[in-house]
């Protein structure tokens, strides 16, 4: 299966503290995409790497990419409430076409 | 505005019965895609159309067709809906065709077949 994985499968934390997923793939890439899935809703783009970068930042949100790894951390800082969600990595894999999805990092935020 | 819209949102049907779900995406986007969520929350690629053409079709049955009458519309129709074929549905949309840019996701359509 082409399909990446991501640890911590749940992860529980307190309101303000810093939340760290990581997703490990499989195949070469061109790009790598963090989504956030809120429950019951579509997917919701948060930030894209490219290959050749290696750290990334957009707001509260910090990417790492480790190619020789294959792997990529996504960090949220100063947590909120509002956070809990459920959050995928997706790479482009072998075709631009479609994106190959890990299986996702359940979070909570406590208020 | 919405920029991608589904219908239904749930769909309650019966073993065997034949149903479609209807997209519709409003940003010009010239490639679609459907993707199937399963009760884990893993999501696969189903179907990928650029310009109403096919272009991927990750080894879906036969029983699934994706019709694509222009390119703002990505229909999904199911034949003989079995009991795995329970799951939420997602249309999707993105214009960079390569290196593989964001995807926009509608709301999805939760499928259960009884």
């Known amino acids: 299966s082409q399909q990446g994985e991501e640890d911590p499968q749940a992860l529980s934390i307190q309101e303000g503290e810093n939340a760290t997923m990581n997703c490990s793939y499989k195949?070469?890439?061109?790009?790598l995409q963090w989504y956030r899935q809120n429950s019951g809703r579509g997917l919701v783009h948060l930030i894209l790497?490219?290959?050749?970068?290696r750290e990334k930042h957009s707001g509260r949100l910090r990417v790492t990419l480790d190619t020789s790894k294959k792997s990529s951390s996504l960090l949220i800082t100063a947590s909120r409430a509002a956070d809990t969600a459920s959050y995928f990595c997706?790479?482009?894999?072998?075709?631009?076409?479609?994106?190959?999805f890990g299986s996702g990092t359940r979070l909570l935020v406590r208020p | 505005d919405t920029a991608v819209s589904q219908t239904p949102k749930y769909l309650v049907t019966q073993m065997g019965n034949d149903k479609s779900i209807k997209c519709e995406q409003n940003?010009?986007?010239?490639?679609m895609y459907w993707y199937k969520q399963d009760s884990k929350k893993f999501l696969k690629i189903m179907f990928s159309?650029?310009?109403?053409?096919?272009?991927i079709n990750e080894t879906v049955p036969n029983r699934f067709s994706p019709k694509s009458p222009d390119k703002a519309h990505l229909n999904l129709h199911i034949n003989s809906l079995e009991l795995g074929d329970s799951a939420v549905y997602f249309c999707?949309?993105?214009?960079?065709?390569?290196?593989?840019?964001?995807?926009?996701f509608g709301p999805g359509t939760r499928l259960t077949v009884t």
């Open positions: 999707a949309s993105s214009q960079v065709r390569s290196p593989g840019g964001e995807q926009y």
């Open positions: 195949t070469s890439i061109n790009n």
């Open positions: 790497i490219r290959s050749n970068e």
């Open positions: 997706a790479t482009d894999g072998d075709s631009s076409y479609k994106l190959i």
């Open positions: 940003l010009g986007h010239d490639t």
């Open positions: 159309y650029n310009n109403k053409e096919l272009i």
